[in-house]
Every structure is written in structure tokens, then in C-alpha cells.
């Protein structure tokens, strides 16, 4: 791929679609997303309003460190605290599938609102080859996807969709990040899926229990940054365990530690992670989070497990 000449091309491809009328840049700091906000960005300029819907299932101070860092970039962001919101169509749901499409719902119905109020006809979103492949495919269902599974967002909720790196997987994504000048930290982010922390909660998805895993998936991301894996993160599982302190039962919550090696998301390989480094972050884990009383290592690959457990 030539990515000089895919920027270009899709540069004036969006400037072509949108015209004179005003977009919308679904952002969460992610590098898809992100890189997607700057093609954007240099098409359209100030008629680009970028919005970054906190959720309240994202990872510690993530929302102030992307606004932070997109200001630097010259990039505005608008942050739309939807916390309430989605916290109350995840309520009482436990079908992965469900949480996934509840998640979709809430999503594209606080940005139809946004689009309306900003008197935008486009939103523009980091949806890229392996979303559409996975969903069409029936493996899991991508938050991103409408229009390629039949769901018209024009008459669902009021926009029309742009989707400039719908054809690239990761590594040519990260490759038109560094070229259009994004960070090193936001281009060789770690994936993190659009649903968030809610697809590393098996069980219904509460604020305790995402408090839970957004201090279990620092720890994880901290003990394992020197390893550079593709992708790794913590989860939750929905029954307790059995541990001991002060030499009595005591319940208490398991982790899941997860961690893979990967090109394109498509395949993946677990991390070989030294002895050493699974045993120190157990012992952070159980210390620093007090409710936790089981911490395991996965291993399968994909397939015939997805990298996310959801």
C-alpha cells in the first residue's frame, strides 16, 4: 500500500462526500478511530466537530489524557458524559450478544442526538476490515457495523455513515497513523474494542464490576508493556472463588489474564509470557485488589477462541 496516496485519496474523498455540510468524528483514542478523526480533520477542517462519548467503561483517565493529547494535535474534542445511559441498557443483560448490541444502540442513538443538535449529515468512524469481516462472518457482532448487515443509519438515526479505512487491517492502519503525524503512544496503541471494558465482563455489566476490571487491566497493561504484546487485558469472570485470609474462607472474584501476539487481529497466538512476570502480577493483582482471590493465565489461541471473551 502506498500510504501517501491512500491519505490523499481518502482526503478527497471525504471532502467530495460531505461537501459544504458539517461531519461528525466518533473518537475514542483508539488508534482506528483516531486516525480516522485526522483524515477527517485535514478534509474538512472546523466544519469537523469530534466527539469522544465517555461511557464510563473505559480504562483509568482516559477521556482527559485523549482530549490532552488531540489538543496538542490542534483537534478540539467534545466529551458527552453518557455514563447513565449506557450503565442502563446493559442493565440486567448477560448474552454477550445482547450486551454487544445494547452497546451499538446507546452509541448511535447519543451521536444521532449530537448529529441533530450540530446540524451535521455525516459521522465518520474508524471502522476497519477485520470489524466487517468478523461480523458479516457471524463471529461476534462489531459495535461499528450497520450498513453492511442491512441497518440504514440514515433512517435508524438521522446521519450518514463515512468509513475511510473500511478496507485496511491494523498494521495499515498504524502505518497511515505514523505518516499523518499521530503519536507514537496513540499509533502503536494496544486494540481496545469499541464496547470496551464491557466485553471483559462475563456476567452483567455494572459500575462496580467495571471498576473492578479498569484496575485489573492496568496492572495487566503495566507488568506486560515490556513485552509489547499485540493485545492484552484482564477480565472478569461472573462466578467467585473460593480463597483463604487470615486463615478463613473467604469468597471472592477470578481474573482472567489475557494476552496475544498478532498481524491483523484475524489470527492470534498467546504470549509467552515469562514465569516470573505471571506470578508477580497474581500477587499485585490479589494485593492491590483485595476483592480478587483467583488470578489464571489463558492460552488459546485464535481461533478457536476470539481474542476478546465477548
Do not use: C
Not at 35 to 44: G, M
Not at 174 to 196: N, S, T
Amino acid at each position: 500500500m502506498d500510504v501517501k496516496k491512500f491519505i490523499e485519496a481518502q482526503v478527497e474523498e471525504i471532502k467530495e462526500t460531505v461537501g459544504n455540510n458539517k461531519a461528525i468524528s466518533a473518537l475514542s483514542g483508539g488508534v482506528d478511530s483516531s486516525v480516522a478523526t485526522l483524515l477527517a480533520h485535514r478534509a474538512l477542517g472546523n466544519r469537523l466537530q469530534t466527539i469522544f462519548i465517555d461511557h464510563g467503561l473505559m480504562r483509568e483517565r482516559e477521556p482527559e489524557e485523549v482530549k490532552t493529547a488531540f489538543a496538542r494535535l490542534g483537534i478540539d474534542l467534545k466529551i458527552i458524559d453518557a455514563r447513565n445511559e449506557f450503565f442502563q441498557a446493559l442493565k440486567g443483560k448477560t448474552d454477550p450478544e445482547d450486551k454487544r448490541k445494547a452497546f451499538r444502540q446507546a452509541f448511535y442513538k447519543v451521536f444521532g442526538r449530537e448529529v441533530l443538535r450540530s446540524k451535521a449529515r455525516y459521522l465518520i468512524q474508524g471502522t476497519i476490515a477485520a470489524d466487517i469481516i468478523e461480523t458479516r462472518g457471524g463471529v461476534k457482532t462489531q459495535h461499528n457495523i450497520l450498513e453492511q448487515i442491512g441497518i440504514d443509519p440514515e433512517k435508524g438515526f438521522g446521519f450518514k455513515i463515512i468509513e475511510p479505512l473500511k478496507e485496511l487491517f491494523k498494521h495499515e492502519v498504524r502505518e497511515v497513523g505514523k505518516v499523518l503525524g499521530l503519536p507514537e503512544m496513540i499509533f502503536k496503541r494496544m486494540p481496545f474494542p469499541g464496547p470496551a471494558l464491557a466485553t471483559r465482563i462475563i456476567g452483567e455489566v455494572t459500575p462496580e464490576r467495571v471498576e473492578l476490571v479498569r484496575k485489573a487491566t492496568r496492572i495487566v497493561e503495566e507488568e506486560l508493556a515490556p513485552l509489547q504484546p499485540f493485545q492484552a487485558f484482564a477480565v472478569l469472570m461472573n462466578d467467585m472463588g473460593t480463597g483463604v485470609e487470615a486463615g478463613k474462607r473467604k469468597f471472592g472474584h477470578i481474573i482472567i489474564i489475557r494476552s496475544v501476539e498478532s498481524q491483523d487481529a484475524m489470527t492470534a497466538q498467546p504470549t509467552p509470557v515469562p514465569w516470573d512476570v505471571l506470578t508477580r502480577l497474581a500477587s499485585r493483582m490479589t494485593i492491590e485488589i483485595p476483592e480478587v482471590v483467583r488470578v489464571a493465565y489463558e492460552i488459546t489461541p485464535k481461533p478457536p477462541a476470539t481474542i476478546e471473551y465477548i
